[in-house]
Nanobody, 124 residues
Framework: QVQLVESGGGLVQAGGSLKLTCAASGGRSNTYTMGWFRQAPGKEREIVAAVNWRSGSTYYVDSVKGRFAMSRDNAENTDFLQMRNLKPEDTAVYYC?????????????????WGQGTQVTVSS
C-alpha cells in the first residue's frame, strides 16, 4: 500500500516561491504517474500538474505553466513541486497523488493513492 505525505506548504507573499515535497513509502515501483492537485475554498479540486515518469510526459494546467515544475529524487522516493511567482489565486490545499496507470492521466479517478494535503496561502 503506497502512502504519501506532503510537506512544504505555508504562507508566502505574492511573487514568492515554495517547494512542496511528497514522500512515498510502501512500494512505489508500479506507480508510474505522479500528480499534484489543489482545492481552493469553495471550489472543486483540480489537477495542477502531472508527470508520467515512465514516458516523461508532463502536464501543467495553463494557469501554472512556466511557474510550477515537478521533479523527483528516486533515491529518496520523493517528488517535488517547485512553485515560483506565486499568486493569490494559487491559494489552496495541495495534494500529491500517484497512479498505477502506465500512461499519463489527468483523471482524478485514476489516482488511488493520496496524501493528506498541505496548505499554501499566498498573500497579496
Amino acid at each position: 500500500q503506497v502512502q504519501l505525505v506532503e510537506s512544504g506548504g505555508g504562507l508566502v507573499q505574492a511573487g514568492g516561491s515554495l517547494k512542496l515535497t511528497c514522500a512515498a513509502s510502501g512500494g512505489r515501483s508500479n506507480t508510474y504517474t505522479m500528480g499534484w492537485f489543489r482545492q481552493a475554498p469553495g471550489k472543486e479540486r483540480e489537477i495542477v500538474a502531472a508527470v508520467n515518469w515512465r514516458s516523461g510526459s508532463t502536464y501543467y494546467v495553463d494557469s501554472v505553466k512556466g511557474r510550477f515544475a515537478m521533479s523527483r529524487d528516486n533515491a529518496e522516493n520523493t517528488d517535488f513541486l517547485q512553485m515560483r511567482n506565486l499568486k493569490p489565486e494559487d491559494t489552496a490545499v495541495y495534494y500529491c497523488a500517484s497512479s498505477s496507470t502506465p500512461i499519463m492521466t489527468i483523471n482524478e479517478a485514476d489516482y488511488p493513492y493520496w496524501g493528506q494535503g498541505t496548505q499554501v496561502t499566498v498573500s497579496s
